[in-house]
Nanobody, 114 residues
Framework: QVRLVESGGGLVQAGGSLRLSCAAS????????MGWYRQGPGKQRELVAT???????TYADSVKGRFTLSRDNAKNTVYLQMNSLRPEDTAVYYC????????WGQGTQVTVSS
């Protein structure tokens, strides 16, 4: 079993920054792609960013140039640095990881005030 523990959400003013972390633990031989999705109020869950084990990243167009995803394979952890935050970034952010199958974290709330 794999567990994903997220941290770093909170309330920030527009233009501010937050850093999310997601650490994977459990029976892990190798983790594939990791990353983040988000679900805003009344919206469907959407991709934010993903990173492969070798460091290849993919970003949603809405966050390109503002968010940076990085990965520490030794710690089974990914970090999402979010800069220039906007009110429309308000959402519950979910970490995911592929360890033979898809795993999800419990979600962390990010609220950006205008």
């Amino acid at each position: 079993q794999v567990r994903l523990v997220e941290s770093g959400g909170g309330l920030v003013q527009a233009g501010g920054s937050l850093r999310l972390s997601c650490a994977a633990s459990g029976t892990i031989l190798s983790i594939g792609t990791m990353g983040w999705y988000r679900q805003g109020p009344g919206k469907q869950r959407e991709l934010v960013a993903t990173v492969t084990r070798v460091g290849s990243t993919t970003y949603a167009d809405s966050v390109k140039g503002r968010f940076t995803l990085s990965r520490d394979n030794a710690k089974n952890t990914v970090y999402l640095q979010m800069n220039s935050l906007r009110p429309e970034d308000t959402a519950v952010y979910y970490c995911h990881a592929i360890v033979g199958q898809y795993y999800w974290g419990q979600g962390t709330q990010v609220t950006v005030s205008s």
